[in-house]
């Protein structure tokens, strides 16, 4: 298997060096060259491996064998080994049409604990193999920045810092990145929104010589290896459901969205051969996306803060590898659609490209009162604490008209990471134990002007400690 770029200017690469690479060096985003079909008769086998038999199964589609078999296992035990739940991403039956599926029993209690955690292992054995200091940058709109630092803290090799946008994070969130002490951790509160933290980013691992200089590694979900360690879960989801006599009927998922990363592993394990009948994009009231899908056209909006501020994001960074796959594997047309979102702002759909777009997704948005009336209904009505991303996505699966398939919504965080809300829904909810005790403890972080070179100097001298 090799990689390219939706842009088309890279060499085709192997597994490891397209994920050293995270942004395509042309600023584009990896893709496979091409993707494995899995047969149903296959799939079906699938049924009885555990979820890291299941993960090593899905990557050995993609790995090209690249790190010896007892060694990926070695890092995918590890990797789920600090889930609280044996069964890594559990799924709760509400009703006969709805489940929800909890993505949230890693450490740091998000779905970005699913992909980070083997993350952070294998970029400590990438580390080792190679004997290469790895610098991580990514910027978060508060759950990525969290699951991975918690993913390499104290790793000997590694340093990692993360850009968050100042006070536009959780508390939670904030303290869990922020009271972190190990000294290979810089946290930068940038005073912007998360968009402003992801331009800043892309633009340094545009600057290769930069990037070369300094081993520049990301853990967005620009790097290939977060959207592949995804889809592991719909594959779980579809093969753990009790479907009942509807066995491997199609199901539909409905997937809390800000940069386009989770449900586009929906849409690769699709590609796979996964039967899911409609993927559905939930958005808060930064609602790109739903407009896209609704009525063609790709504008970045204002920005608003709301109370899913994971969500809270106008540029979504994966749109691009949707746009690959929609212009039939183009990398020329994926370049023009781009240079024309740069210069007008905007790209827009109509006739039957629009209705490709509603056949491949459903999009609905939640307002911030509705996002508070869907946690209230749960609570009452199957007493099930929603957190307000996942709020969002029972409040698209609700919207959506479209059928009478089976529905799994990803919750995609603990509640108690977004009390904010919980508290103006008046619900009192006990803190896990992890999270209590991080109140009583220092933060660490440098509040910065949302500038690159004031970035790049601050990048400079943590690194000049190595
Ligand atoms: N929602 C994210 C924003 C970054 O998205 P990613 O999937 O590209 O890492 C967050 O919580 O940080």
């Excluded at 035990?77 to 509400?94: C, D, G, L, M, Q």
């Excluded at 340093?159 to 972190?180: A, D, F, G, N």
């Excluded at 998360?194 to 790097?223: M, P, T, V, W």
């Excluded at 690769?268 to 808060?284: D, E, S, V």
């Amino acid at each position: 298997m090799k990689y390219i770029s939706t842009r088309g200017q890279v060499e085709p690469k192997g597994f490891i060096d397209t994920v050293l690479m995270g942004l395509a060096d042309d600023g584009g985003l990896m893709v496979p060259e091409h993707i494995p079909v899995i047969a149903p008769e296959t799939l079906n086998e699938w049924k009885s491996l555990s979820y890291v038999d299941l993960f090593l199964t899905i990557f050995s589609y993609y790995t090209n064998d690249e790190i010896p078999a007892d060694d990926l296992r070695d890092l995918a035990t590890r990797s789920y080994a600090n889930f609280r739940h044996p069964e890594v991403t559990p799924i709760t039956k509400i009703d006969d049409s709805l489940y929800i599926m909890e993505l949230f029993h890693g450490p740091t209690f998000a779905f970005k604990d699913v992909a980070l955690q083997f993350m952070g292992e294998f970029y400590s054995y990438v580390s080792k193999k190679q004997n290469e200091i790895i610098h991580i940058l990514g910027a978060t709109s508060g759950d990525t920045g969290a699951a991975a630092i918690q993913g390499v803290r104290g790793k000997e090799g590694i340093k990692i810092c993360i850009l968050h946008p100042h006070e536009k994070v959780s508390r939670v969130q904030e303290l869990q990145m922020t009271t972190v002490d190990d000294q290979n951790v810089l946290n930068l509160s940038v005073k912007g929104n998360f968009d402003d933290c992801q331009k800043i980013i892309k633009e340094l691992f545009g600057d290769l010589a930069f990037k070369k200089e300094y081993h520049l590694r990301a853990i967005n979900s620009i790097n290939f290896l977060r959207i592949l360690a995804q889809t592991v879960y719909y594959f779980y989801a579809y093969l753990h459901i009790d479907q009942g006599q509807h066995q491997l009927k199609k199901i539909n998922f409905s997937v809390p969205s800000g940069n386009f990363g989770n449900i586009f592993s929906g849409f690769l394990a699709q590609k796979m051969g996964l039967p899911i009948n409609k993927l559905i994009i939930a958005t808060n009231e930064n609602n790109i996306l739903e407009r896209f899908v609704q009525t063609g056209e790709y504008k970045p909006g204002d920005f608003r803060s709301t109370y899913s501020p994971s969500m809270d994001i106008q540029v979504a960074s994966n749109f691009e590898r949707y746009l690959y796959y929609f212009v039939g594997e183009d990398a020329a047309k994926v370049s023009e659609y781009m240079n024309i979102l740069k210069s007008e702002g905007q790209i827009v759909m109509t006739g039957d490209d629009l209705a490709k777009v509603q056949s491949d997704f459903a999009a609905y948005g939640a307002s911030n009162q509705e996002c508070l009336d869907m946690i209230l209904k749960y609570k009452g009505d199957h007493d099930y604490l929603l957190d307000p991303h996942t709020a969002c996505g029972i409040t698209a699966y609700e919207k959506y008209q479209g059928d009478d398939e089976i529905c799994i919504t990803l919750a995609t965080a603990h509640p108690a990471k977004f009390d904010e809300a919980i508290i103006l829904c008046e619900i009192e909810q006990e803190f896990p134990e992890e999270i209590k005790e991080l109140f009583a403890k220092p933060q660490y972080q440098e509040v910065v002007e949302h500038d690159t070179a004031e970035i790049v100097r601050q990048l400079e001298s943590f690194y000049a400690l190595d």
